[in-house]
């Protein structure tokens, strides 16, 4: 199990804190000191059956910044992977991978699913 996180975040720590409890092995990667590959966010995004938009972290300072809500939605898969794969910051964390099932965001009852 491979947990992405950024420390400061809230959720994050719920979630971990969630893991913990329920006594889950998990390798635990900071999301920006060692942000995710355009190989990893593709093959995650494949696994998770989410829209690739949701991959986004959309309440978070640079995705304001750039003003990715007006430039999504005219953007490729592609365009948007590799965006991705350049600031951790960027993606939604939480993100859980387990296996054949990527969970983005923390939601307790799709965690208690897994």
């Known amino acids: ?15 971990k804190k969630w893991l913990d409890e329920q006594g889950k092995k998990y390798t635990e990667r900071h999301i920006v000191e060692n942000n995710p590959t355009y190989e ?7 696994l998770s059956g989410l829209p690739l938009k949701k991959f986004f972290n959309t309440s978070g300072l640079k995705y304001k910044e750039l003003q990715l809500k007006d430039k999504l939605p005219t953007m490729s898969e592609e365009d948007m992977l590799q965006l991705l794969a350049t600031d951790g910051m960027l993606v939604k964390r939480p993100l859980l991978v387990v296996d054949d099932k990527v969970l983005v965001g923390f939601k307790q009852a799709q ?3 897994m």
């Open 40 to 46: 990893e966010l593709k093959s995650w995004y494949e």
């Open 111 to 113: 965690w208690e699913e």
């Open 1 to 15: 199990m491979l947990f992405l996180c950024y420390p400061k975040c809230s959720t994050c720590q719920k979630a």
